[in-house]
């Protein structure tokens, strides 16, 4: 059966799948790779298994798993046809077996969840995908998800299709085992990477991965360095009183306020004294941003309790506790200045998932695979450049999985209301990954 790439991107760009919700999606991937030959598996968020995982909080009743599905499609390319199982079913039930044991493998990931989207701020329905035209007339597609990540993720698809025809006319010359691509659309990657922590904490495949590349919106910029964040939850605690003599009260804002700029000052003094040349081009490479603040109850009483949740962006080569323990020797100095405070310390938790960074070298053999498919695409290439944000491709690095981000579209996109993405930059995300592919599979011979 041919491939639509672009009724595969619009397909999966209806289907709603917030976090919590990327059953039927993964699903609906897998119905389309079973009939384009791809073998299939899926799996599910394992809530015990992400427990030990220090990015995810420690009791796996705080971890809400429940359906986290994710799916891969594999493709055997060349090399000696072996026996395995996939979900019950004889590999090669659709044509293709899992492969020889000896086989390079590459991974291609994109994630099928996407963030909320609020219809009024919409100029039409985010889950019903619209094609138009920008002013220059360049084709877009228009939906939640378009751009993070969907249409990556078809784009990986059309990739491993296009090699696996360039194998079949002779096009790419294998290693001696064989080449295995599987394409992965993982859940749970906007909230901490559920479907991709389980998978490689658990590998859900007989057989090992070689490398990866996580098709995110780069601009097609190759991204061997993500930030990392701590995400802090703040209360404070102080004393009611009537507003007409609030005098009697001790006001959570003040003290807050003071906190909030201490955490700035922080920020300022981390730019200034955590460098990194891949980051060197962002006017604040270390973000600090409180994205939510409660506080009070009523406006005629003065408000008593303050909750305020931070993230804290962690550099590549920093941890998460190393810079935790920053932001909370700097509360400790708010609080020795505070009476109140001293006697009524405030208090600093993590919540949610953590976002460790990520990095791996400028010449590892994955980057100069998609560096040589740039080219061969007849695409600028690109020096590899740093992200401020965090991606899925830190679980597969910390699993040892050399891994690069790379794919079509901009960040800017992302989360935005009209999310769009200019489709000759999903066409060329195609060629380049395929490109890179070949590449790789051919400098391991």
Not at 107 to 126: C, F, K, R, T
Not at 283 to 291: H, R, S
Not at 325 to 353: K, N, Y
Not at 379 to 397: K, Q
């Amino acid at each position: 059966m041919d491939f639509d790439m672009r009724a595969f991107a619009a397909g999966l760009c209806a289907i709603p799948s917030t976090a919590g919700e990327e059953a039927a999606a993964a699903d609906w991937v897998r119905d389309r790779l079973d009939n384009i030959g791809f073998e299939t598996y899926t799996w599910e968020a394992d809530a015990d298994l992400l427990a030990d995982h220090p990015s995810f909080p420690d009791e796996p009743e705080a971890i809400d798993a429940v359906g986290r599905r994710s799916v891969a499609g594999v493709l055997a390319l060349g090399g000696a046809d072996v026996e395995g199982d996939a979900d019950g079913r004889e590999n090669g039930s659709n044509g293709n077996a899992i492969g020889d044991d000896d086989a390079l493998t590459v991974v291609l990931n994109g994630h099928i969840d996407v963030v909320p989207a609020e219809p009024a701020e919409w100029s039409s329905d985010p889950f019903e995908p619209e094609w138009g035209t920008t002013d220059e007339g360049d084709e877009i597609l228009a939906a939640r998800g378009a751009a993070d990540m969907k249409s990556g993720v078809a784009a990986c698809v059309g990739a491993a299709l296009d090699v696996r025809d360039r194998v079949e006319s002779g096009g790419i010359r294998l290693p001696d085992g064989g080449l295995r691509i599987v394409v992965e659309a993982v859940a749970g990657e906007e909230d901490g990477g559920y479907g991709a922590a389980t998978a490689a904490l658990a590998n859900p495949y007989p057989f090992e991965r070689d490398a990866a590349i996580v098709a995110e919106p780069t601009e097609l910029r190759p991204v061997v360095a993500c930030e990392g964040s701590l995400m802090a939850e703040l209360r404070l605690v102080g004393r009611s009183a009537h507003a007409a003599t609030r005098w009697r009260g001790e006001d959570v804002l003040p003290r807050f306020e003071a906190i909030r700029r201490a955490f700035s000052a922080l920020e300022d003094e981390r730019t200034r004294t955590v460098s990194h040349p891949l980051f060197e081009e962002f006017p604040v490479p270390w973000p600090v941003v409180c994205g939510t603040i409660e506080a009070g109850s009523w406006a005629s009483t003065v408000p008593a309790a303050l909750t305020a949740e931070f993230r804290i962006g962690v550099a590549p080569g920093e941890t998460v506790e190393e810079v935790e323990r920053a932001f909370r020797d700097r509360l400790d100095s708010v609080v020795d200045d505070d009476p109140w405070l001293r006697e009524h310390p405030p208090e600093l938790e993590r919540f949610s998932v953590q976002f460790e960074p990520s990095e791996i070298p400028g010449d590892a053999p994955i980057v100069a695979a998609v560096r040589a498919g740039l080219a061969d695409a007849g695409l600028p290439d690109v020096e590899p450049v740093g992200a401020t944000y965090g991606t899925d491709a830190r679980h597969y690095i910390e699993a040892g999985i050399p891994t690069v981000v790379f794919g079509p579209g901009t960040i800017d996109e992302a989360h935005y209301p009209n999310e769009t993405i200019e489709w000759e930059a999903v066409e060329d995300g195609r060629a380049a990954i395929a490109a890179a592919v070949g590449r790789f599979a051919g400098r391991s011979r």
